[in-house]
């Protein structure tokens, strides 16, 4: 069983930065895409970015591209969201999901492991 625990969210004000951490338990990290999504208080989860199993691809949500940034460090088994120039409409519940073996993944049906979730509140 993937275990997926985030960390790092909290309450900034707008402008302000967050990095977002996700740790994966198991020795096939490296083998699957990863993902963000957000969830806004009576919005529908939407996809925020995802990385390849290298690094070398990403996929960004138009609302983030230029603020936010998708890393991963195979080593430490760890996915990161670092989030710049944040504005309040960024506030939701933010969640750590792995996706495809081998490949990006595009669509939350493709991530079939999911964190708690992290709350961002940014404020204005």
């Known amino acids: 069983q993937v275990q997926l625990v985030e960390s790092g969210g909290g309450l900034v004000q707008a402008g302000g930065s967050l990095r977002l951490s996700c740790a994966a338990s198991?020795?096939?990290?490296?083998?699957?895409?990863m993902g963000w999504f957000r969830q806004a208080p009576g919005k529908e989860r939407e996809i925020v970015s995802t990385i390849s199993p290298s690094g070398r691809l990403t996929y960004y949500l138009d609302s983030v591209k230029g603020r936010f940034t998708i890393s991963r460090d195979n080593a430490e088994n760890t996915v990161y969201l670092q989030m710049n120039s944040l504005k309040p409409e960024d506030t939701a519940i933010y969640y750590c999901?792995?996706?495809?073996?081998?490949?990006?993944?595009?669509?939350?049906?493709?991530?079939?492991?999911w964190g708690q979730g992290t709350q961002v509140t940014v404020s204005s």
């Open positions: 999901a792995r996706g495809p073996s081998g490949r990006l993944g595009r669509y939350a049906n493709e991530f079939a492991y």
């Open positions: 198991g020795n096939t990290f490296s083998s699957y895409g």
